[in-house]
């Protein structure tokens, strides 16, 4: 019988044994469990380790922000800090990136979209002068 791969849409991730009663304490502190029930976690070992380490990627990698599609008016990006999703517009009047979410030109999400190619691109095809600070 041939096996199939599937991609299990999870990682697993080992922690010693002797760890147990800790992470059991850490589910016990009010603080931690409020903060586990906001980010819809399970209020088990493995949603405190879900939680802490999301937590770590988003201020350690690049997972904070994630560029999702770039449409003919807007672009979308996602922001997994505060799980949201979030239009970009160009302002032709003013050749500056808009976010709706912030009602801003210069938030950390139109920050972090003039480093998306996908997003920049297309606008300098438009005549949009960008700065050469683009991510690939
Ligand atoms: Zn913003």
Known sequence: MAKTKEKKPYLTVNLPREWG??????????????KLEIGEFTMTSSGLGN???REFLIH?????????NTYDD??????????????????????ELWCEYCDSTNCEHVKFART???IMEPLE???WRTSKNLIE
């Open 21 to 34: 009663p800790y992470l059991e304490e850490a589910l016990l502190n009010p603080e931690i469990r409020k």
């Open 51 to 53: 939680w802490v380490i």
């Open 60 to 68: 350690n990698t690049s997972f904070h922000y994630q560029h999702f």
């Open 74 to 95: 807007h672009a979308t990006i996602i922001d997994n800090k505060i799980r949201r999703m979030i239009d970009i517009y160009p302002k032709e009047e003013i050749k």
């Open 116 to 118: 998306v190619p996908k």
């Open 125 to 127: 095809k438009k005549g």
